[in-house]
């Protein structure tokens, strides 16, 4: 993994050197990790020609926990306590003599930039851009693996939820035990605040959990992802609760599972990112479901819950091999509940088996 | 409560004026909460002299949890899907034919103030500053009675947890049974993630807890916080595991709460912010414990689980009455272990008792 993140560093300074910079200043955190392995929120990493200079956060823990380990080839600055890590890391810089130093304007504030720039005095600053978050979206098979085992994570939770009693629980409970349950199972922690929605909230793309109870004859919408090793996926399922479920429930059911099949097969690569969006949204409005603002479809996936490509009825750009994705329409009926049925996939070319179905749990609608 | 808000509005309108600016954009979330009373991340207020617009994210579910609800005197703005709500609050601003808009450059990145510049061609842009921080300083006893609550159920779940088995138990799972009891109580969450720390991991300050299970002789040290209608607290207790604590451990313990005690003690409305730090400093250091780069003792805490004022050797200003802050020294001895034990109080004067402690668990060394 060492030469994986050296590699990748590589290809941030030939950015850097096209763009006229000598040095790079990383502060966001998932780009912080993916060039240096190392995850602490509120890490600065200073990339220049010859080295890599890792200024953690002075309030870790000395004996910490794997994630915060700094590879043997990265540097560690001093930072003073409460001290912020960008400033310290353009400290270094100045100490270097960086000339023009590239750095994220889609993540410093303005103050912090008015700040490092008020302290790298010499050096011009210029904006990185989203250089490393455009390096993140095809992933290596290692990110695959993670990401991999990041599903299997959130299958486990779910399966296990699904054989317990369900009816009388509030839908705050569930969500606790299937974070719980993810963590068992050998998650960093729950990829995002885990939402289940019964009743009226099935069916909601982002409900938080409330108290009701799970009731007989309710829709139950189960929205989770584990994180494994900082690559986090996203998976959602809805089931009904008892034996019959209504026709009205079989058929949205049915309707939702359609145009998020639609959406999954219309992966790959070098197509438009608009199509897999437009493939399940013609299901949807064919049944007369339409959105007033059409939410995407899906969107990248991997050390940031939600990152590019998004999955848009409006993005331009086509899907390569290898990006991870959600795939994730639903219909809801307010007053009355919903669908909604999400997968996280690989995009692979069809010699290679087309996409890679990560969250494996079934999609038929079980009555639990 | 609509008052209170609309008052704590008209204090930020005040500063604008002064500052030459019609309008204030707010997007960072505590701040928009504490004006609006509404909590979903991502959101905007757009402040006028007459008006108050919240721009939410386009994603929130339709009939959503209490703490998104809009306040009737505050008026919607339409954003469409996946759009930034600063963005959307910035062109109501220039329909609003707003001259010079006060924006908050430590919360906005440079990209997004670019962006939001470049929008309202016509106004001129200022830096509020943290003009509603400052606000936020000082508690109404609303807050404070939400404060107490969230320090009552995090006192109740650390209670329960300190009468079941501990021996034989990750940290992890430690945690997250204390994240859960906590929901149980009706926390909204836990206020940050618990920090379970036994062994050589106990007394560190920002432990992620691991899979190491608890032996006996263990210092075991938690530290975990319960958030209650938005306002979070913050406590640390340090056990030890088995009938016999070793004479190191007693003395220890013995020295860290003699420093909490005396930092506590220090409270007191028109104290430099630095008297605190020193005085529970003083007591560590009489014993040979001095911190190469020294953390402060503790820090503001209300809607931000860390906020101004900040009770560090070198911070300046004075503790007002209404404040609460934390106080939580701690000592590690790296290899060994250590101890650490915090409160959330509240600064009051003398006439009306002193300081007051909002979290009550017991900081004697329980043996367990």
């Known amino acids: 993994m060492v030469d994986a993140y050296a590699a990748r560093r590589e290809r941030v300074r030939e950015h850097c050197g096209a763009a006229g910079a000598d040095a790079a200043l990383i502060t966001r955190a998932a780009n912080v990790r993916y060039l240096t392995g190392c995850a602490p929120c509120g890490a600065t990493v200073l990339l220049t020609r010859e080295e890599v200079l890792l200024a953690l956060p002075d309030d870790l823990p000395p004996d910490d926990s794997g994630e915060h380990l700094i590879a043997p080839d990265v540097a560690q600055l001093p930072v003073s306590a409460g001290a912020d890590t960008a400033l310290a890391a353009a400290a270094a810089a100045v100490r270097l003599g960086v000339a023009g130093l590239a750095v994220e304007e889609?993540?410093?504030?303005?103050?912090?930039?008015?700040?490092?720039?008020?302290?790298?005095?010499?050096?011009?600053?210029?904006?990185?851009?989203?250089?490393?978050?455009?390096?993140?979206?095809?992933?290596?098979?290692?990110?695959?693996?993670?990401?991999?085992?990041?599903?299997?994570?959130?299958?486990?939770?779910?399966?296990?939820?699904?054989?317990?009693?369900?009816?009388?629980?509030?839908?705050?409970?569930?969500?606790?035990?299937?974070?719980?349950?993810?963590?068992?199972?050998?998650?960093?922690?729950?990829?995002?605040p885990v939402s289940v929605g019964t009743g009226t909230h099935s069916g909601q793309p982002a409900h938080q959990p409330t108290d009701r109870r799970v009731e007989e004859g309710d829709f139950l919408t189960v929205v989770l992802g584990a994180q494994y090793r900082g690559y986090g996926v996203s998976t959602a399922r809805t089931f009904v609760i008892g034996a019959a479920p209504a026709p009205w429930q079989v058929e949205l059911h049915r309707l939702v599972f359609r145009a998020q099949r639609a959406g999954r097969e219309a992966l790959e690569p070098g197509v438009e990112l608009s199509v897999p969006d437009r493939a399940a949204r013609q299901v949807l409005e064919a049944a007369g479901h339409t959105e007033p603002s059409p939410r995407p479809i899906g969107h990248g996936i991997g050390l940031e819950i939600r990152e590019a490509p998004r999955?848009?009825?409006?993005?331009?750009?086509?899907?390569?091999?290898?990006?991870?994705?959600?795939?994730?329409?639903?219909?809801?009926?307010?007053?009355?509940?919903?669908?909604?049925?999400?997968?996280?996939?690989?995009?692979?070319?069809?010699?290679?088996?087309?996409?890679?179905?990560?969250?494996?749990?079934?999609?038929?609608?079980?009555?639990?």
């Open 106 to 192: 889609h993540d410093l504030t303005v103050s912090r930039h008015r700040a490092v720039a008020a302290l790298a005095e010499g050096a011009r600053l210029t904006d990185l851009g989203q250089v490393v978050e455009r390096l993140r979206v095809v992933k290596d098979e290692h990110e695959i693996a993670d990401l991999r085992i990041a599903a299997e994570i959130a299958d486990q939770a779910l399966g296990e939820l699904l054989e317990s009693i369900l009816v009388g629980r509030t839908e705050r409970h569930l969500a606790m035990e299937l974070e719980r349950r993810m963590i068992d199972h050998g998650a960093d922690r729950a990829a995002f």
């Open 311 to 368: 999955l848009g009825p409006a993005d331009m750009g086509k899907l390569d091999s290898r990006v991870p994705v959600t795939v994730g329409p639903g219909v809801h009926l307010p007053g009355k509940g919903g669908v909604r049925i999400e997968d996280t996939l690989v995009v692979r070319p069809l010699e290679e088996g087309g996409p890679e179905l990560l969250t494996i749990t079934t999609k038929e609608l079980l009555a639990l």
